[in-house]
């Protein structure tokens, strides 16, 4: 059974950094493209980034970049996302997901929620 | 970026009805599109990539179709359990984007 379990989310001050990690399980994830997805409370959906099978491509949406950065542990089956600088504006429920190409993702996390707040 | 408009915002069918959800983006999207469902509470669920594939397990009630800028998902019998927020998600040309969603509840 595929798994994606997120973690590391919380409450943190505005300003600050936080680390999410999504560790993964029931497939080669080695072969996967790997992505994350936030979702603001009541609002759809958006997408961060996503990261290739080797690390060698990570697109982000160019409106987030200078503020997340994508990577992976092929070895510890986990993927990360580093969050910098956070405003009120990334409070959100943060989603991985995997997928067999670029955009195709069909396996989510139940996601884990980020709250930035003083 | 790619705009994804999703209409209507809400609607409200009766069990059994036939269900008709559209999608529009704002430049030819060569079939590149997905749908998901999404559940209160829950992660969003892949239901249709490339258009018109079905998503493994997912019961053939849901169907979708479209070329160029529009697009539609097609619920041929509404169920109870289908009620949720449906996102459609173009994958032609980074970023990816979503459309708002359309929220189907029942009458």
């Known amino acids: 059974e595929v798994k994606l379990v997120e973690s590391g989310g919380g409450l943190v001050q505005p300003g600050r950094s936080l680390k999410l990690s999504c560790a993964a399980s029931g497939f080669s994830f080695n072969d996967y493209w790997m992505g994350w997805v936030r979702q603001a409370p009541g609002k759809g959906l958006e997408w961060i980034g996503e990261?290739?099978?080797?690390?060698?491509?990570?697109n982000y949406t160019p409106s987030l970049k200078d503020k997340f950065t994508i990577s992976r542990d092929n070895a510890q089956n986990t993927l990360y996302l580093q969050m910098s600088k956070l405003g009120s504006e990334d409070t959100a429920i943060y989603y991985c997901?995997?997928?067999?190409?670029?955009?195709?993702?069909?396996?989510w996390g139940q996601g884990v929620m980020v709250t930035v707040s003083s | 970026d790619i705009q994804m408009t999703q209409s209507p915002s809400l609607l409200s069918a009766s069990v059994g009805d036939r269900v008709t959800l559209s999608c529009k983006a704002s430049q030819n999207i060569y079939k590149y599109l997905n749908w998901y469902q999404q559940k209160l509470g829950e992660a969003p669920k892949l239901l249709i990539y490339?258009?018109?594939s079905l998503q493994t397990g997912i019961p053939s009630r849901f169907s979708g179709s479209g070329s160029g800028t529009d697009y539609t998902l097609t619920i041929s019998s509404l169920q109870p359990e289908d009620v949720a927020t449906y996102f459609c998600?173009?994958?032609?040309?980074?970023?990816?984007?979503f459309g708002g969603g359309t929220k189907l509840e029942l009458k």
């Open positions: 990261i290739n099978q080797d690390s060698s491509t990570i």
């Open positions: 997901a995997s997928g067999g190409i670029p955009g195709y993702f069909d396996y």
């Open positions: 490339y258009t018109n």
């Open positions: 998600q173009q994958y032609n040309s980074w970023p990816w984007t």
